[in-house]
């Protein structure tokens, strides 16, 4: 069981966070205290981000440069959001998964995907979003996602059973079952009163909070 993480050192991973989702680099401990101005030592700041690399919370990707959140990091944020974000006050309608997916893909800027295990019948859409020059970095990486993207009509078929009904579902950077890179989380839902499965695969750095709100209101709508 990890070490329960005290009030400053959530405040960095906010910051860290933050940080990372504006810029998709890694930031040091004299950039933290410079930009939050905060009341603590570049000292104290950089054995807070040692101790969260110890407990595995932080990643350094190279010896020379900043922090940024592992994918368990990541987790203890999105458990905050999930219990803090209220629906957005949206009512969604639609005609079909197709007029689904689409709305979904445009509200989130995300790849989105709906699948109706009754009918069998998929719809993704939003692939324009997959490929963003920020997070794509080289050709190996690019080949792994179109291979993921091209399969995914097969593998969404095995993740019905892992999905939580009526509950947001997040798989974040390599827990992704439906892509095969770290770079990218996957966020679901599951309606088994429709037959349902809609879902996202955006950036594993993004701002969950703002998914998470349309994905309530989708929730509330399906059921």
């Keep these: 069981m990890r070490q329960q993480l005290s009030p400053r050192q959530k405040q960095l991973l906010y910051y860290l966070a933050e940080e990372q989702i504006k810029n998709y680099s890694p930031i040091s401990s004299a950039q933290i205290k410079e930009k ?78 709906a699948y109706n295990w009754k009918n069998n019948d998929i719809y993704t859409t939003g692939l324009e979003y997959i490929f963003n020059d920020k997070i794509i970095n080289n050709t190996i990486h690019l080949y792994s996602i179109a291979k993921s993207i091209d399969n995914i009509d097969n593998t969404i078929l095995g993740i019905q059973n892992i999905l939580h009904d009526r509950q947001i579902n997040v798989f974040i950077g390599k827990n992704n079952p439906l892509i095969h890179t770290k770079t990218f989380s996957f966020i679901a839902t599951k309606s088994n009163n429709t037959n349902l499965i809609v879902g996202i695969i955006t950036p594993k750095v993004t701002r969950y909070e703002q998914h998470f709100k349309i994905f309530k209101s989708l929730i509330n709508s399906l059921n």
């Design 36 to 113: 939050y101005k905060l009341d603590f030592s570049p000292a104290t700041i950089r054995h807070e981000l040692f101790e969260l690399c110890q407990m595995e919370y932080l990643e350094q990707p190279y010896t020379s440069a900043g922090r940024i959140l592992s994918d368990w990091g990541w987790q203890v944020l999105i458990q905050d959001f999930l219990d803090n974000v209220f629906p957005d006050n949206l009512s969604i309608s639609f005609n079909d998964i197709k007029d689904l997916t689409k709305y979904i893909s445009k509200k989130t800027k995300s790849f989105s995907l």
